[in-house]
């Protein structure tokens, strides 16, 4: 069982965050997962405590982490709800032993690592209470690869077209989804989850993050694949998170990530689910995903892992260059090596 670790650390009063000489609360709750993030969770905790708009309360879950954690938690956010769990669970029971300690219509996710900008929960409030169709709202952010911020941002990434497709109409800086988005959203996933906040009533249509898939890089997809057919999803177009990107990243490995993504879609079409009439679309991705893999693991030089995954690739979906790369690989030893050195070469 879950432990509650009391109330620990809070900003000037219950709930409530200082900013500008003056206090603002919201009825939101943010609900923070932690496993071994002592390097990070200070600065996290921080970019929520200084939101123009401070939440109603902050839930954090330590999976149970065996380094310095709670030490760092207990530093800065005195009073606010702290859940221990005695046994590694992933973060997917993380996040819904979080939701379900919380008492707000609105919840907000952030990840342990990754920082708020200061108006990102008073933008997103602003956009439900605009929007009361509305029940899963993003918003654009940036990477911090290693302390250095990329030039551009998330949305930019998207493919040409992306945006004008996916997108029913535009208000201000809100962008409101086709229902459903999935078809799009397969294509080019612009979410992720410390940017995500959601109506609680969501919950009663799409449930809880899965937790089986929450040792997977990319736990989170499921779960926005399901929301998306219950809902109407809207994004914002500013950068209002910053996502750090790191040594200790969880997802850190493509090809890992992608083949993450692959299990889970699998995992998405086994049956007669909700999935059911997109099933084309996500077994067309999974055959893609697993060839971006293959590519990944090959320019990575890990031959052993690259032959495996290629054996899931179709015959029809390799072309020239695929078919001498799984020649490479599949050749023994130091003549494999010798020979994917001549290949990465060119």
């Known amino acids: 069982m879950e432990g509650r670790g009391g109330r620990v650390g809070q900003a000037d009063g219950a709930g409530s965050a200082i900013t500008g000489g003056r206090a603002l609360n919201s009825d939101v709750s943010v609900i923070i997962p932690v496993y071994n993030g002592a390097r990070f969770i200070e600065r996290t905790i921080e970019s929520v405590l200084r939101q123009t708009l401070a939440p109603k309360e902050i839930i954090i879950v330590d999976d149970a982490s065996t380094d310095e954690t709670r030490r760092c938690i207990e530093r800065v956010a005195a009073d606010h709800t702290f859940i221990q769990v005695p046994e590694n669970r992933g973060v997917c029971h993380s996040r819904n032993a979080g939701i379900r300690a919380s008492t707000s219509p609105l919840i907000a996710l952030s990840d342990q690592d990754d920082l708020w900008h200061p108006e990102k929960l008073a933008r997103q409030v602003a956009a439900f209470e605009a929007h009361p169709s509305i029940e899963l709202l993003f918003t654009n952010f940036q990477y ?124 998405m079409v086994q049956g007669q689910g909700p999935y059911e009439p997109f099933r084309a679309a996500i077994t067309a991705q999974i055959r893609h995903r697993t060839l971006l893999a293959f590519n990944a693991l090959f320019a990575e030089g890990d031959l052993a892992a690259a032959r495996l995954v290629l054996r899931d690739v179709p015959h029809r979906s390799r072309d020239l260059r695929v078919v001498v790369k799984g020649a490479v690989a599949a050749m023994p030893g130091p003549l494999g090596k010798a020979a994917w050195r001549v290949l990465s070469s060119r």
Not at 152 to 162: H, I, M, Q, V
Not at 178 to 199: D, N
Not at 238 to 254: M, V
């Open 144 to 267: 911090l690869r290693n302390e250095v911020f990329d030039e551009s941002d998330k949305f930019a990434e998207a493919p040409p077209g992306f945006w004008e497709d996916a997108v029913e109409r535009r208000e201000g800086d809100a962008a409101m989804l086709k229902r459903p988005a999935l078809p799009y959203l397969l294509m080019f996933q612009p979410v992720f989850p410390s940017t995500m906040m959601f109506r609680r009533t969501l919950l009663d249509k799409a449930s809880l993050f899965d937790e089986p898939v929450g040792r997977e890089q990319s736990e989170d997809l499921e779960f926005l694949l399901r929301c998306d057919l219950n809902c109407r999803m809207a994004a914002l177009l500013t950068p209002l998170a910053t996502i750090r990107k790191h040594g200790q990243n969880y997802s850190g490995n493509t090809a890992r990530t992608i083949l993450s993504q692959v299990r889970i879609l699998t995992r």
